[in-house]
């Protein structure tokens, strides 16, 4: 019937000018509408509604013309410095990307959860199909801390510095553990941790020493109370007539360790 007209089949690649002309020589209203096209050039005609060939009321209704804007391009934001990665996610699907891959890593720098870095650069102009690579921090990694009493300070601090230890070395005297050897270790061995944790190590001086002091020529009673005075023991031998120190079977000046026995000879 005559109240109906068939929209052309040829419109979709025109121009819209070329299409609105057509139609406006079928009796038939148009408008125009804008959108992205991967597919379609800019300018074009991309869409059709109703669509090509379909019959229309043409004093009643009136065609949609989508022109197509060409591919959308969109700007990657800048300042991303401390975002978190999912606000950032977020932002960007906002935006129109459609292509976000979140990927994630440990890192002492960087706190969990904010983000790392971008396969993008900042302020960068981008298809909205663009593969978006954005690298998330974890935190520091969690570690099991390792047992390194008995080693060498130096194998020990090789050992927790290749974890991203932060080693901390004190020194005590022990009658127990050989010189250089560590003693003890805090955290202990098994304990849970992350990298970039401070652990100490405290290593052995050996047994503790002193220096026995010259107490040729003094009186016992003298001789004793600087031996006393040196944390060091003594045995008096010889026969005491004058009452004084002839000869010190350590001579003052050495060390030794605190404790140890002092021979002396009295005349």
Excluded: C
């Excluded at 002309?21 to 096209?37: F, H, K, T, V, W």
């Excluded at 127990?176 to 970039?196: N, R, T």
């Excluded at 003094?218 to 002839?246: C, F, I, M, P």
């Amino acid at each position: 019937p005559g109240a109906y007209k068939q929209i052309p089949g040829d419109l979709i690649g025109k121009t819209y000018f070329e299409a609105q002309i057509e139609l406006q020589n079928l009796g038939i209203n148009s408008i125009r509408a804008e959108d992205y096209s991967d597919k379609i050039p800019v300018d074009k005609i991309m869409t059709v509604n109703p669509e090509e060939n379909s019959n229309i009321k043409y004093r009643d209704e009136t065609v949609t013309l989508t022109v197509s804007k060409g591919i959308k391009y969109i700007d990657f934001p800048n300042s991303l410095k401390d975002k978190t990665t999912a606000d950032l996610a977020n932002v960007l699907t906002q935006l129109g990307f459609i292509n976000i891959v979140v990927e994630n890593e440990y890192s002492l720098t960087v706190k969990e959860g904010k983000l790392i870095k971008s396969s993008v650069k900042e302020g960068t102009k981008l298809r909205w199909d663009t593969k978006i690579v954005l690298l998330n921090s974890k935190g520091p990694k969690p570690i099991t801390f390792p047992n390194v009493v008995g080693q060498t300070q130096t194998n020990a601090k090789t050992v927790l510095e290749a974890l991203s230890l932060k080693v901390e070395v004190k020194t005590s005297y022990s009658d127990d553990v050989k010189k250089g050897l560590v003693i003890s270790q805090d955290p202990s061995a098994s304990a849970k941790g992350f990298e970039g944790q401070q652990i100490t190590i405290t290593v052995s001086l050996g047994p503790p020493i002193t220096t026995v002091p010259n107490v040729v020529g003094l009186s016992v009673s003298q001789a004793h109370e600087k031996l006393r005075a040196a944390n060091l023991k003594w045995t008096d031998t010889g026969v005491s007539v004058l009452g004084l120190v002839q000869k010190q079977s350590v001579s003052g000046g050495q060390t030794v360790n605190i404790g140890a026995t002092i021979t002396l000879t009295i005349v």
